[in-house]
């Protein structure tokens, strides 16, 4: 499956942010989807995840009750929407994927994910 992320811009802190991650491929509804970040300096980390069918969602500590990730099968289409957004949450945004056979994952580790997408910038400014 190949991944393109888009939707990335200059936001102000406390604004808000859509996300948008297209994927090719048939079997779109059959991977689990996972969205994460790397700041200048600083070490790639997990966002969010979401499985196959969209009934569970895992956020990382820094953005929960702030971003919500979704998806649209329809569409093969994962987001991220990002409210409330902070100088921290400027980085690099990347969507990942992997297929989700049994569900039974730990969702943010990034070596579970086979395939990336090239990222999108956010920047967000005070």
């Known amino acids: 499956v190949q991944l393109q992320a888009s939707g990335g811009g200059l936001v102000q802190a406390g604004g808000s942010l859509r996300l948008s991650c297209a994927a090719s491929g048939r079997t779109f509804s059959s991977y689990a989807l996972g969205w994460f970040r790397q700041a200048p300096g600083k070490e790639r980390e997990f966002v969010a995840a979401i499985n196959w069918s969209g009934d569970r969602t895992f956020y990382a500590d820094s953005v929960k009750g702030r971003f919500t990730i979704s998806r649209d099968n329809a569409k093969n289409t994962v987001y991220l929407q990002m409210n409330s957004l902070k100088a921290e949450d400027a980085a690099v945004y990347y969507c990942?994927?992997?297929?989700?056979?049994?569900?039974?994952?730990?969702?943010?580790?990034?070596?579970?994910?086979?395939?990336w997408g090239q990222g999108t910038l956010v920047t967000v400014s005070s």
């Open positions: 990942a994927a992997f297929l989700d056979y049994s569900g039974s994952y730990y969702y943010a580790l990034q070596s579970q994910y086979d395939y």
